[in-house]
């Protein structure tokens, strides 16, 4: 059974920083794209980031030199470190793992940024 648990969510004032982490097991980690995406009300979900079990990267161009995706395929883990939070990236986060027409999603975590 394939899971991907998310965490690191949280309140955080604009300006600040938080890591978000999946955690992924039942897959063969290392051969499959991790991504991140968010998801507002009212908006659909978007790639903010993914990282091939390589470590080839994309970001989204509002994300850009504020966060980074990184992944640790001994730990079957891929992290997202956000950093100079604006209010605008309040949204659930939710991690993705694809390999050709296979992906699965996580639950979600939700993030909030506000003062």
């Known amino acids: 059974q394939v899971q991907l648990v998310e965490s690191g969510g949280g309140l955080v004032q604009p300006g600040g920083s938080l890591r978000l982490s999946c955690a992924a097991s039942g897959i063969i980690f290392r051969l499959y794209v991790m991504g991140w995406y968010r998801r507002t009300p009212g908006k659909q979900r978007e790639l903010v980031a993914s990282?091939?079990?390589?470590?080839?990267?994309n970001y989204a161009d509002s994300v850009k030199g504020r966060f980074t995706v990184s992944r640790d395929n001994a730990k079957n883990t891929v992290y997202l470190q956000m950093n100079s939070l604006e209010p605008e990236d309040t949204a659930d986060y939710y991690c993705?793992?694809?390999?050709?027409?296979?992906?699965?999603w996580g639950q979600g975590t939700q993030v909030t940024v506000s003062s």
């Open positions: 993705r793992a694809s390999l050709g027409l296979n992906f699965y």
């Open positions: 990282i091939t079990g390589d470590g080839s990267i």
